[in-house]
């Protein structure tokens, strides 16, 4: 690649939830079923020259990460159903998170789209960890920053959040999920399911 593109594709509806160490945006590639192989190449680039560190994929499926596999960017899987019960999970997907961003880990998180179980997961987030005071005005400043309403599904996660214990006591008592993958370790775990379909 050479000039602009040497620098990768911005993903879609990219925006940083805390500054250059949290963001989210939709899956590389795009959130349609048929997307250009091309278009996943350079946002993975992207996301690689910007130094994310992992990505963490919230889809229920395995798309991509083969792909961010073979460019050598770590990921987590850590698959969301939009009719989960949030409360049997979210304290385990918190304190993993908690203990990425605290080793010094760059992460982008993402589901096909920037979807409500995207947004309310960084919502419940920033509740739980306190940076934000109550549910009413995490859901405000999450919407701000992601330029999109907040609904029924994310809303349930906030809720979730809010009745989960202190970090104090999560932390000390919670394992983080074993769902994750060094880049340097074969990880082409998409080929367990159904491939993505993708132009040439």
């Not at 330029?147 to 809303?155: D, E, F, H, L, N």
């Not at 970090?167 to 008592?173: G, I």
């Amino acid at each position: 690649m050479k000039g602009k593109w040497a620098a990768g594709i911005q993903p879609r509806n990219f925006c940083w939830i805390m500054q250059d160490r949290l963001a989210v945006c939709e899956r590389p590639g795009g959130q349609s079923e048929s997307h250009r192989r091309v278009r996943r190449t350079e946002e993975i680039l992207w996301i690689r020259k910007q130094g994310f560190s992992r990505v963490v994929s919230l889809m229920p499926s395995t798309h991509n990460l083969h792909s961010y596999s073979e460019q050598k960017i770590a990921w987590s899987h850590w698959p969301l159903s939009d009719t989960e019960e949030y409360d049997h999970r979210l304290g385990t997907l918190f304190v993993e998170l908690h203990s990425l961003l605290s080793r010094g880990e760059k992460l982008l998180v993402h589901r096909r789209g920037l979807s409500d179980e995207v947004c309310g997961l960084m919502a419940g987030y920033l509740l739980w960890m306190g940076m934000v005071p109550d549910e009413s005005q995490v859901l405000v400043v999450v919407e701000k920053m992601t330029q999109r309403p907040i609904g029924s599904v994310g809303r349930r996660i906030v809720s979730a959040a809010a009745a989960l214990p202190s970090p104090e006591v999560l932390l000390a008592t919670t394992s983080a999920p074993d769902t994750e993958a060094d880049p340097d370790t074969e990880a082409d775990t998409a080929s367990d399911a159904a491939p993505d379909t993708e132009e040439a």
